[in-house]
């Protein structure tokens, strides 16, 4: 980045100094000058294309967005949303106790939803990352929403654990279930059971080796013919706003119809 700068300013001083004064010209002094011009404007093209490559690396350093590097996600049995032939896949990780998930759920998933979603461009696939360490209800909440998904109510259990982020303790999840809908003792005896726990650790694993290390993290791509994993074209890790996603859905959407 230095370098390039450099190199423009040296380039801009060239040219400032280069500007010739004009007296009254004939003969010879006019083709001086007009070779001195076209000197000038060959340099201000230079100019001009040292800018775009300095504009191109600045958007490259702040776009939220970065190319996956041979990330290939499973997507059989997760939890998903939208059409299954949509032309892109944006497989979400995430932790029910995560503030900064919290605030995605809130200010950026609807619009996503609104805009690509339910119009069957873009296929939703959750997948589970409770970070233990710091959030110590997340486990068991993921873990709660998969066992709300056996009774086909994972979507509600998932807006409503993000929708009480501050009431993820063991003994408030009966109260969630209930909330929604469920089976109480059906809920109860899944969670009691651990039956989702191994699948739980699984997401985690395979979120560890595509390189999520925070969340929320994204993954956008296409899936496979048989619907059963997406080979990831971006990777976004944080809340953006919805500018951010729909700035590179819309790239990836166009390179598909191209």
């Avoid at 600045?58 to 997760?78: E, Y």
């Avoid at 056996?150 to 501050?166: I, T």
């Avoid at 809908?181 to 059971?193: K, M, S, T, V, Y």
Wanted: glycine letters at 8%; charged letters at 25%; proline letters at 4%.
């Amino acid at each position: 980045m230095k370098t390039l700068l450099g190199r423009l300013v040296g380039s801009i001083l060239l040219i400032v100094l280069a500007v010739p004064v004009v007296h009254a010209q004939s003969g010879d002094d006019l083709k001086a000058l007009q070779s001195e011009m076209e000197a000038l404007k060959q340099r201000q093209l230079a100019v001009e294309k040292e800018l775009q490559e300095l504009r191109t690396v600045l958007r490259r350093m702040t776009s939220p967005a970065r190319d996956a590097d041979n990330v290939v996600i499973d997507l059989a049995g997760h939890p998903s949303k939208g059409a299954a032939d949509a032309a892109l896949t944006l497989v979400e990780f995430s932790d029910f106790e995560c503030p900064f998930c919290g605030r995605y759920f809130r200010e950026t998933m609807p619009e996503i939803e609104r805009a690509y979603i339910r119009t069957g461009k873009v296929r939703y696939v959750f997948r589970n990352f409770p970070l233990e360490a710091i959030h110590h209800e997340a486990f068991k909440a993921a873990e709660a929403a998969m066992c709300a998904g056996e009774q086909d109510k994972f979507w509600e259990m998932h807006d409503h654990l993000f929708a009480h982020q501050d009431a993820l303790a063991a003994t408030d999840l009966p109260g969630h279930a209930a909330a929604v809908g469920l089976d109480l003792p059906r809920f109860e005896r899944c969670l009691a059971g651990g039956t989702y726990a191994e699948d739980i650790r699984r997401d985690l694993a395979e979120g560890q080796k595509a390189g999520v290390r925070g969340t929320p993290s994204f993954f956008l791509g296409v899936a496979g013919s048989d619907g059963r994993s997406v080979k990831a074209v971006k990777t976004l890790g944080g809340a953006f706003p919805y500018a951010a996603f729909k700035e590179v859905i819309e790239e990836l959407l166009a390179a598909r119809r191209n």
